[in-house]
């Protein structure tokens, strides 16, 4: 270490994740967030197994420290000797150029971190991924660029990663054209990334690649369905499928924001995770060939395809969207980003938590949108919550497929009806009954238990209900690593945040942990109560009083002289 970067060790506060050591002058100086380090991590193993199928085609392997040799992870029993096939004849012809980490590829991968902050990530980048070209970290703030120039010389990757200072949308615009555009554009922004998307479909390349991630869940999952109507074109939904409705909302978004510019998306992996959504789609030009996307011709619909009401519950559809209906996972992609996680552990410090959410998606279906909760189910018809290994057996005896789904811990995605579904709760109801006379003939549940099920539901647990995932005890749904783990306040024009963010959280939250209770109220003092009598502390509302000494006067009331006395003192 020269002395040049001793001193600036002893005179800056370093932040280490990954291969990456980024300074700050103080600790507010610079937005960080060290629970983002799963969202960093992630980053970079997909925009490694990107690399390394683009660059495959332009004649370059790319090397992976820590890589023996690629394995196929399968969740299955058993491998498919295809797969392994496939594997081998891909690794049969080697190209003769390689590309490792830290060094400049000439026929490498052009990336931009459009909103850097402090360019950790794009140090990462330089560091941890191969077969880069050039890594551009831009950031409006002119003290932010100044540290990721500081922080690229510190780190020693001055040749790979350059500083700039410009808004995020004008840079991009100024790359649209069709040599300049960049092959990866990441951006992480503080909340809503709308403003960025128009600008970002224009500037990636022909088979580029997006990483988007939203933080703004209270607008995506329904709180302000107006607000992300203006923001992403759909209206979101309060529900407890808000989360996976969030990553479609943003993929549709996307998808017609490229088809302004006859382009269309490819999503490779889509994910919800903590407070936040991620996607990684790839951008082409032309005409889409799945279905149902936003470059496709539509001709008038009909319908409408429902009732005014629901036919089960009785009560009013509520109306969202419209939202991706395609599947937001390319599962081959993904098994090859899970594959090279397993089999090289040591690379990242979340790869835990990385294989045990990638081993979820591979495990979702692909062609069911969206999903159900079992707690929302029963809560519907007020009845106790049958197990999950029991539902998932239900819906499987009854010959439905089923799966679970990363975006929340008990949700059940299936392609049975809902009168199957219902039909199903109808006969665990059955065997757990509820009060049916305490039932509102006006609610849903007297609606929907008042229908006799047309199935016999089976609850016996088969042996495939409980997936590989579950059985395997993967790190899937982790719990909160410190307090105040959530976002943190946004960056202050000057470069910095808040200094009294924990005093202002304080304040303002938890306000409900010393709750008042009914006997402590009594003794508050009250100008419209009159205590009767010191000794026994009786309170009495003084309309109340008056209405006594009417009685007491005319004969209407009988009590005791002494007690009496305290109503004329």
Same mark, same amino acid.
């Given at each position: 270490?020269?002395?040049?970067?001793?001193?600036?060790?002893?005179?800056?506060?370093?932040?280490?994740?990954?291969?990456?050591?980024?300074?700050?002058?103080?600790?507010?100086?610079?937005?960080?967030?060290? *629970?983002?380090?799963?969202?960093?991590?992630?980053?970079?193993?997909?925009?490694?197994?990107?690399?390394?199928?683009?660059?495959?085609?332009?004649?370059?392997?790319?090397?992976?420290?820590?890589?023996?040799?690629?394995?196929?992870?399968?969740?299955?029993?058993?491998?498919?000797?295809?797969?392994?096939?496939?594997?081998?004849?891909?690794?049969?012809?080697?190209?003769?150029?390689?590309?490792?980490?830290?060094?400049?590829?000439?026929?490498?991968?052009?990336?931009?971190?459009?909103?850097?902050?402090?360019?950790?990530?794009?140090?990462?980048?330089?560091?941890?991924?191969?077969?880069?070209?050039?890594?551009?970290?831009?950031?409006?703030?002119?003290?932010?660029?100044?540290?990721?120039?500081?922080?690229?010389?510190?780190?020693?990757?001055?040749?790979?990663?350059?500083?700039?200072?410009?808004?995020?949308?004008?840079?991009?615009?100024?790359?649209?054209?069709?040599?300049?555009?960049?092959?990866?554009?990441?951006?992480?922004?503080?909340?809503?990334?709308?403003?960025?998307? /128009?600008?970002?479909?224009?500037?990636?390349?022909?088979?580029?690649?997006?990483?988007?991630?939203?933080?703004?869940?209270?607008?995506?999952?329904?709180?302000?369905?107006?607000?992300?109507?203006?923001?992403?074109?759909?209206?979101?939904?309060?529900?407890?499928?808000?989360?996976?409705?969030?990553?479609?909302?943003?993929?549709?978004?996307?998808?017609?924001?490229?088809?302004?510019?006859?382009?269309?998306?490819?999503?490779?992996?889509?994910?919800?995770?903590?407070?936040?959504?991620?996607?990684?789609?790839?951008?082409?030009?032309?005409?889409?060939?799945?279905?149902?996307?936003?470059?496709?011709?539509?001709?008038?619909?009909?319908?409408?395809?429902?009732?005014?009401?629901?036919?089960?519950?009785?009560?009013?559809?509520?109306?969202?969207?419209?939202?991706?209906?395609?599947?937001?996972? /390319?599962?081959?992609?993904?098994?090859? *980003?899970?594959?090279?996680?397993?089999?090289?552990?040591?690379?990242?410090?979340?790869?835990?938590?990385?294989?045990?959410?990638?081993?979820?998606?591979?495990?979702?279906?692909?062609?069911?949108?969206?999903?159900?909760?079992?707690?929302?189910?029963?809560?519907?018809?007020?009845?106790?919550?049958?197990?999950?290994?029991?539902?998932?057996?239900?819906?499987?005896?009854?010959?439905?497929?089923?799966?679970?789904?990363?975006?929340?811990?008990?949700?059940?995605?299936?392609?049975?009806?809902?009168?199957?579904?219902? /039909?199903?709760?109808?006969?665990?109801?059955?065997?757990?009954?509820?009060?049916?006379?305490?039932?509102?003939?006006?609610?849903?549940?007297?609606?929907?238990?008042?229908?006799?099920?047309?199935?016999?539901?089976?609850?016996?647990?088969?042996?495939?209900?409980?997936?590989?995932?579950?059985?395997?005890?993967?790190?899937?749904?982790?719990?909160?690593?410190?307090?105040?783990?959530?976002?943190?306040?946004?960056?202050?024009?000057?470069?910095?945040?808040?200094? /009294?963010?924990?005093?202002?959280?304080?304040?303002?939250?938890?306000?409900?942990?010393?709750?008042?209770?009914?006997?402590?109220?009594?003794?508050?003092?009250?100008?419209?109560?009159?205590?009767?009598?010191?000794?026994?502390? *009786?309170?009495?509302?003084?309309?109340?009083?008056?209405?006594?000494?009417?009685?007491?006067?005319?004969?209407?009331?009988? *009590?005791?002289?002494?007690?009496?006395?305290?109503?004329?003192?």
């Amino acid at each position: 270490m020269t002395l040049q970067a001793l001193l600036e060790e002893r005179t800056h506060a370093v932040v280490k994740e990954g291969k990456a050591a980024i300074l700050f002058p103080s600790a507010n100086v610079v937005f960080y967030n060290p *629970v983002q380090e799963f969202n960093r991590d992630l980053t970079c193993a997909v925009i490694t197994e990107f690399a390394r199928e683009l660059l495959a085609q332009r004649g370059v392997k790319v090397v992976v420290p820590g890589e023996t040799e690629r394995v196929v992870v399968s969740l299955s029993e058993e491998m498919n000797e295809a797969d392994v096939k496939t594997e081998e004849k891909n690794g049969a012809e080697e190209p003769a150029v390689t590309a490792t980490v830290g060094e400049k590829c000439e026929h490498g991968l052009r990336v931009l971190e459009g909103l850097a902050a402090s360019g950790l990530r794009s140090v990462r980048f330089a560091l941890e991924v191969p077969g880069l070209q050039s890594v551009t970290a831009n950031d409006f703030s002119t003290k932010a660029a100044a540290l990721i120039a500081r922080n690229a010389q510190y780190n020693g990757v001055s040749h790979l990663l350059q500083a700039s200072c410009k808004d995020a949308s004008m840079l991009m615009y100024e790359m649209r054209g069709k040599n300049a555009r960049y092959d990866v554009i990441d951006l992480d922004p503080y909340g809503s990334p709308s403003c960025f998307l /128009d600008a970002a479909v224009q500037a990636v390349s022909e088979g580029g690649l997006l990483c988007i991630t939203c933080t703004d869940m209270a607008v995506m999952a329904g709180n302000s369905g107006e607000t992300c109507y203006s923001k992403y074109g759909s209206v979101s939904i309060k529900s407890r499928y808000c989360h996976e409705m969030a990553l479609r909302i943003i993929l549709h978004s996307l998808d017609q924001r490229a088809a302004v510019y006859q382009r269309y998306i490819q999503p490779l992996l889509s994910v919800s995770v903590d407070f936040y959504i991620r996607v990684f789609v790839r951008v082409f030009t032309g005409q889409a060939t799945v279905k149902n996307s936003a470059s496709m011709k539509y001709s008038a619909a009909t319908g409408p395809p429902v009732g005014p009401e629901c036919e089960h519950c009785g009560q009013s559809h509520q109306l969202g969207g419209p939202i991706w209906a395609e599947p937001i996972h /390319d599962l081959p992609f993904v098994q090859k *980003v899970l594959s090279a996680v397993s089999g090289n552990p040591s690379r990242f410090g979340t790869s835990k938590r990385i294989e045990g959410v990638l081993s979820m998606v591979t495990e979702e279906l692909e062609d069911v949108p969206l999903y159900y909760t079992v707690d929302s189910l029963s809560s519907t018809i007020h009845c106790n919550t049958p197990p999950l290994l029991q539902f998932r057996s239900a819906l499987l005896h009854a010959g439905y497929s089923v799966s679970l789904s990363h975006a929340c811990k008990n949700a059940i995605k299936t392609d049975a009806p809902p009168a199957a579904i219902w /039909d199903i709760m109808r006969c665990w109801e059955k065997a757990n009954p509820v009060k049916r006379e305490k039932l509102s003939q006006t609610s849903p549940a007297f609606k929907i238990l008042s229908t006799e099920p047309s199935l016999e539901a089976c609850f016996t647990v088969r042996e495939d209900a409980n997936p590989q995932s579950r059985k395997r005890h993967l790190t899937r749904f982790q719990e909160n690593p410190q307090a105040f783990w959530g976002p943190k306040a946004r960056a202050k024009a000057g470069g910095g945040i808040s200094t /009294d963010l924990q005093d202002k959280r304080k304040k303002f939250q938890n306000k409900r942990k010393n709750q008042v209770t009914d006997s402590q109220l009594k003794s508050f003092p009250c100008k419209r109560f009159k205590e009767v009598s010191p000794t026994t502390s *009786v309170v009495l509302h003084s309309g109340l009083i008056k209405c006594i000494r009417h009685k007491l006067l005319f004969g209407q009331l009988k *009590v005791r002289d002494d007690v009496a006395r305290y109503f004329f003192s």
